[in-house]
């Protein structure tokens, strides 16, 4: 599976538009590109994923370049809660055990 | 909507102890999975399972640690003989499929602390 690069913290302003950037550019055509975020030492939360479109739903929006080689997940009211690490993973679509790699992620704190 | 239960939320014990930690995946999946994450580090593949069948274990899973169905509706992991190392939160995950495009669904954990 693909590995994947992200900014290790970010801040965002309550209300606002929170932008977190991921690097996949070793992805390959069949790999997935997921999004979980984990609040303190809570169970990691399923957000998102895609494979080539971008995806939208009631959480967030996920967009992924035309290349794949890199996505961007945007919460488009971020609020306090909003506050977690927030991992990107790839995932083959022919994966014979679902593992999940997780790295270190991107720490998003939502300042009011 | 469906959960991944997990029981109990903490357990505490002394070092060279059994523990069994339980998981109740949500009914119609068929993949399961352990994860653990030590206090500040990363979340880690444990196993997978399938069909009554670890499909991949991690370095990690070594003998002390076992996986089994016991019924229709239970996940379990055993620590045979615990280590002060083992302590951390696990994690328990289940999906309807393995592939990419299925998503996994985690618990909320359960703390183990050797003493």
């Known amino acids: 599976d693909a590995k994947t690069t992200q900014p290790p913290s970010m801040d965002c302003a309550e209300g606002r538009a929170a932008n977190l950037p991921c690097n996949h550019s070793?992805?390959?055509?069949?790999?997935?590109v997921y999004w979980y975020r984990q609040i303190h030492s809570q169970g990691p939360q399923y957000i998102i994923h895609?494979?080539?479109n971008n995806e939208t739903n009631e959480m967030a929006s996920l967009i992924i370049t035309e290349d794949r080689k890199s996505s961007t997940l945007i919460l488009p009211h971020a609020t306090l809660r909003d506050t977690a690490v927030y991992y990107c993973?790839?995932?083959?679509?022919?994966?014979?055990?679902?593992?999940?790699?997780f790295g270190q992620g991107t720490t998003l704190q939502v300042k009011p | 909507e469906p959960e991944v239960t997990q029981t109990p939320s903490h357990q505490v014990t002394q070092m060279g102890q059994e523990v069994i930690l339980r998981c109740v995946p949500i009914?119609?999946?068929?993949?399961f999975y352990w994860y653990r994450q030590i206090l500040g580090q990363k979340v880690e593949f444990l196993v997978s399972?399938?069909?009554?069948?670890?499909?991949?274990k991690s370095e990690i899973f070594d003998d002390q640690f076992s996986v089994e169905r016991p019924d229709g509706s239970n996940f379990t992991l055993k620590i045979r003989s615990t280590k002060l190392e083992d302590s951390a939160m696990y994690f328990c995950?289940?999906?309807?499929?393995?592939?990419?495009?299925?998503?996994?669904?985690f618990g909320p954990g359960t703390r183990l602390t050797v003493l």
């Open positions: 995950a289940s999906s309807v499929q393995l592939a990419g495009g299925s998503t996994q669904y």
């Open positions: 070793t992805i390959s055509g069949n790999e997935y």
């Open positions: 895609g494979l080539k």
């Open positions: 993973i790839a995932l083959r679509g022919s994966s014979n055990t679902g593992k999940l790699i």
């Open positions: 009914s119609n999946h068929l993949y």
């Open positions: 399972f399938y069909n009554n069948e670890i499909s991949e």
